[in-house]
């Protein structure tokens, strides 16, 4: 007989807890094979991807049930771990989002360990509205004494006809001891049965596949041994039933037709409209253009200000062919809600890049409106508006705008997204972490107890050994994990917006410290929900960082158009090198690319970002040597003439295109249609092409040239608005490094504080502005880096440093500001006056802060006599006569240092890395800072020269005598002599082979000074 199999759990449900390997699609799949019609979504805690749900059912002509297993407590403010499992299933769209409002409470007040509704809001639901099941074995009746009268008896009352008791036909002894209960209660409340499966997989050999996802995770159920939890036709339930023993026939026959009660659900719809939030819901479609094209016009006005009159007409059209396609495509709510979303979060602070992202800076209104300050109008490459944003594309697609906003921090803009749309109306998505090949591949190998050492190289390139005889069928295996659910994030940057409350209407999950709308990115995107992103950015965290640090409000685009124009400062980092941190040119592989092709201005540096493409590899020298190029096509050449006769944009294309008669809105369409080539749509744009070049031209021969050329390109044409945005970051940070060093490093220091590789780059470059970066030191250290413009130094900040904080840094400097005659007045005042306590003093002390008072060996001295008999507590007396009594002390003390050894071990051990060095000394001399033997001997080695390190190995031939003690032990002063290189091993078949990495090795030294710890 036909049932509806309503209790199932698939990968979704993994991000509560592992559970299961199967999708959607497959439940689908089975439903059809067994003649079962709905589908319907019930995980673990959570609606799981709804969306998805809703699309495989349609697909597969099945009817879309929404439902949810919560975990169930009585209070949900309470610290109760019980969580019972509880099934809710919808019976209408009313049901759905009364469950969805529940899940997200049970998210937002309910979490503990686990998202748990309660009484409360159990009994807020409409009992027309839902059918509630008793559910599985883990359910109230089975956790809780109290459960007749505290919980079956209340929800049969409320509940009514919709409260039924779920039966399970699995024969383990626990599920049969269950069922006797569950019998009881139906013969004392006379409340129906209803059957279910309790899926987790589809057949009962799938059972082996599960185990192992979760043995991989390092996760076992040893309690559902001889569960299963396939999802069988009704003939198989029937005989389990009969096993377990304990109901009749008539019973089970009535539990399995309850399940039809599906079949009277409502159908539930859901669509793929348009769903743009709007902040004038009361005014109709030509009220709100009005109200964007007065916002339009005011702004035009102030704008207009900086634009020769003379080009005021060309603006004007732009304005007016831009609002038409917001008009013509009903778009006008997303700008006037981002209008004010950034205007708000600007007065609240808020950064916004003044470049953009993708093709936004494309729209002139974009500019108008905040969004951007790249003037498209007048940029020195073309920008296509129909690129942002075009009304074949719009309407055919149904597609919204899209613009990513690069902030320097997001919040101001969240805060604004919500005070205008309201709390419930913005949240971060989701995004699904997926098992890829690699991470499928080591599930299944930690599942069959394989060594780490051994599967690790394979898992990182397993295309290498997908034939291997070894590995071959165990990669073929792990495919079954492929794609599979494990784990749930916040989307990094993507944010929800919807004018209905999104606690009901999605549902609200909480994941981590983040309350997250229930949607993915491509999901939204694909059911027309609203999304916008707001990314954090680095660089513009820099940019704006410095522009505070130099007192000045960031510079408009035309501004720095202006002061980089001729400023051979800006361009010279370019020519030099000097690019760490730069946007596009700070990179290992970018620098040495940009000191050759020099830029001299913003469209260069644009051109230069889009030429370093790995797909324009073929060209790149040509455009970085600066060789005179030109495909000798004279009317190509003209089209070229912004990117040096190179196609190296799909603008470049488009223009081509345009050129030939075709309208600039089919263009960005074209470049797609031309780039797969399809026969039958290929042909006729080959065609148009032609006879529009031959037109202008003439020249039969030289249009079928350049329809060649454009052919080629198509796939590695780059978007010009991304790459001129992306210039104008760089040259923004050129632009200030180069006329404002001290405050740029000074921020690039602080930014960068616990990279070490960036803060290497970033200390190379000090010498080209003549800056010196100063150790720590009293009365200039701030709790920062922090700039000193007197003497073009940057002095290090001590916040930074192991047990010191900020407090004690402002406290130091405070107290700094008397003049001392001795170290002993110092030490009285930050006694007297301060919070440093001894840690903190001796870190200070031999980190040679306090250096103009002496060498740090001696004041250290000093420091712990001071300690044994100064104490603030003292009488006024006592502390004189004891001051006279540690000045006689200190006279008598000799001025000395910390033996050098030992200085660069304290200053490893305090601040991660050494900081004396002695630049006169050959950089053959290093010293030894750590030692690893418990492979092959691996020593650390500081270059006494600079302070930098690098670890070689030693074979134990080298490394140790005779007797089997090591030659070398930290602290000792070498002569290196002689480095070799060899392979590096790695483990192969179980065997030690020559791997492809080399590694350097220590080969011969001489000892220069011993380490004699004192
Ligand atoms: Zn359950
Ligand atoms: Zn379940």
Not at 200 to 224: A, S, V
Request: aromatic fraction near 12%; proline fraction near 4%; glycine fraction near 4%.
């Amino acid at each position: 007989m036909r049932y509806n199999n309503y209790h199932k759990h698939t990968h979704y449900s993994n991000i509560i807890t592992p559970d299961s390997i199967v999708k959607p699609v497959d439940y689908a799949k089975r439903a059809v094979e067994l003649g079962h019609t709905t589908l319907c979504t019930t995980e673990h805690g959570y609606a799981g991807n709804v969306f998805e749900y809703y699309d495989v059912a349609k697909e597969y002509g099945l009817k879309f049930v929404f439902g949810i297993e919560f975990y169930y407590v009585n209070d949900r403010f309470s610290k109760d771990k019980s969580n019972s499992h509880l099934m809710i299933l919808a019976k209408n769209h009313r049901g759905m989002k009364q469950m969805q409002r529940i899940m997200s409470e049970a998210n937002k007040t309910g979490y503990y360990y686990k998202p748990r509704i309660d009484k409360e809001l159990l009994f807020s639901l409409d009992p027309k509205d839902v059918v509630v099941t008793s559910t599985c074995v883990i359910s109230y009746v089975s956790k809780h004494e109290d459960y007749d009268l505290n919980f079956i008896k209340p929800l049969h009352d409320y509940f009514d006809q919709n409260f039924y008791l779920e039966l399970h036909d699995n024969t383990h002894p626990m599920q049969v001891e269950y069922n006797k209960k569950i019998l009881e209660l139906h013969n004392k409340y006379n409340i129906p049965f209803i059957h279910a499966t309790d899926s987790h997989y589809i057949y009962p050999e799938q059972d082996k596949d599960r185990t192992e996802f979760l043995n991989g995770k390092n996760i076992y159920y040893p309690e559902e041994d001889g569960f299963i939890l396939d999802y069988p036709d009704s003939d198989a339930i029937f005989e389990r039933y009969e096993q377990q023993g304990v109901f009749t026939k008539d019973q089970v026959e009535a539990a399995l037709k309850n399940t039809l009660i599906i079949d009277e659900f409502e159908d539930i719809k859901l669509d793929k409209d348009v769903k743009m939030p709007s902040i004038y819901p009361g005014l109709s479609h030509e009220e709100k253009v009005k109200k964007l094209k007065t916002i339009l016009k005011e702004e035009w006005e102030k704008d207009k200000i900086h634009i020769p009159s003379e080009r005021h007409k060309d603006y004007i059209e732009a304005i007016k062919f831009e609002t038409e396609i917001v008009e013509e495509t009903a778009m006008e709510d997303y700008f006037l809600l981002n209008y004010e979303i950034v205007k708000r979060a600007k007065d609240k602070g808020g950064v916004l890049t003044r470049t953009g992202r993708g093709s936004a800076p494309s729209f002139y209104i974009n500019k108008l409106l905040g969004f951007t300050e790249i003037d498209r109008v007048d940029s020195p490459v073309t920008l296509y508006p129909t690129r942002f944003m075009s009304k074949s594309r719009i309407l055919e697609t149904k597609s919204l705008p899209d613009i990513d906003y690069n902030t320097a921090n997001p919040d101001p803009f969240i805060e604004a997204s919500k005070e205008i749309l309201g709390d419930d109306n913005i949240y971060y998505m989701v995004a699904y972490g997926k098992m890829k090949d690699s991470a499928a591949f080591r599930n299944l190998c930690r599942a069959r107890n394989l060594k780490m050492q051994e599967y690790n190289d394979v898992a990182k390139d397993l295309d290498r050994y997908k034939n291997h005889e070894k590995w071959r069928e165990l990669i073929e295996e792990s495919k079954k994990f492929l794609d599979v659910v494990d784990n749930i994030s916040p989307h990094p940057c993507a944010f929800l917006l919807l004018d209905k409350p999104i606690t009901e209407e999605i549902g609200v999950i909480k994941i981590g410290d983040e309350h997250c709308a229930l949607i993915d990115s491509g999901t939204s995107d694909s059911w027309k929900y609203f999304k916008n992103d707001f990314l954090t950015v680095t660089v513009w965290q820099i940019i704006s960082e410095v522009y505070e640090a130099i007192g000045k409000p960031i510079d408009d685009i035309r501004q720095l158009n202006k002061l980089t124009y001729n400023d051979e400062k800006t361009w010279e980092l370019y020519k030099e090198g000097i690019t760490a941190t730069l946007n596009q040119t700070g990179t290992d592989s970018a620098k040495p690319q940009v000191m050759q092709y020099k830029p001299q201005s913003a469209r260069e540096l644009s051109a230069f970002v889009a030429g370093i493409r790995p797909s324009f590899e073929s060209m790149k020298h040509l455009l970085l040597e600066r060789k005179p190029f030109s495909y000798g096509i004279p009317a190509f050449d003209a089209i070229l003439k912004e990117s040096d006769n190179f196609v190296l944009y799909q603008e470049n294309i488009m223009s081509a295109l345009v050129y030939s008669g075709f309208p600039e809105d089919e263009t960005y369409g074209l470049l797609k249609a031309i780039a797969k080539k399809k026969p039958g749509i290929i042909e006729p744009i080959y065609e148009r092409f032609i006879n529009g070049f031959v037109k202008q031209t003439g020249s039969l021969e030289q249009a079928e040239k350049v329809w060649k050329i454009i052919e080629d390109a198509v796939g590695y044409g780059f978007n010009s608005s991304h790459a001129l945005s992306v210039a104008y970051d760089s040259l923004y940070g050129a632009y200030l490094k180069a006329n404002y060093p001290l405050e740029y490093y000074t921020v690039i220091l602080n930014k960068y504080e616990n990279d070490t590789t960036m803060t290497d780059k970033i200390y190379k470059e000090l010498p080209y502005f003549g800056i010196k970066v100063i150790p720590i030191r009293f009365g200039k250290s701030k709790a920062q880096y922090s700039p000193d413009k007197a003497n073009n130094n940057i002095v290090k900040g001590i916040a930074s440093i192991k047990f010191l904080n900020e407090t004690i840094a402002e406290e130091l400097l405070e107290i700094a500001e008397n003049e001392y005659e001795s170290f002993l007045d110092v030490l009285i005042d930050i006694e007297e006056k301060t919070s440093c306590n001894s840690r903190q003093m001796e870190i200070l002390i031999k980190l040679g802060f306090f250096e103009q008072f002496g060498g740090n060996k001696t004041l250290h001295e000093l420091y712990l006599k001071f300690k044994e008999r100064y104490k603030k507590t003292h009488k006024d007396k006592t502390k004189q006569q004891r001051i006279d009594e540690i000045k006689e002390f200190a006279s008598q003390l000799i001025d000395e240092s910390i033996p050098v050894q030992d200085q660069i071990l304290f200053e490893k051990e305090a601040l991660g890395y050494g900081q004396t060095a002695f630049p006169k000394v050959h950089k053959s001399y290093v010293m030894v800072t750590e030692i690893d033997t418990k492979y092959s001997p691996r020593v650390s080695l500081y270059l006494m020269n600079d302070g930098t390190e690098r670890q070689l190995k030693v074979s134990k031939k080298h490394f140790y005598n005779e007797q089997g003690d090591p030659y070398l032990e930290v602290g000792d002063i070498i002569k290196v002599l002689k480095v070799k290189q060899q392979p590096k091993k790695k483990l192969v078949d179980g065997k030690w082979a020559d791997g492809e990495v080399m590694e350097d090795w220590l080969h011969a030294w001489e000892m220069s000074k011993k380490y004699k710890s004192n």
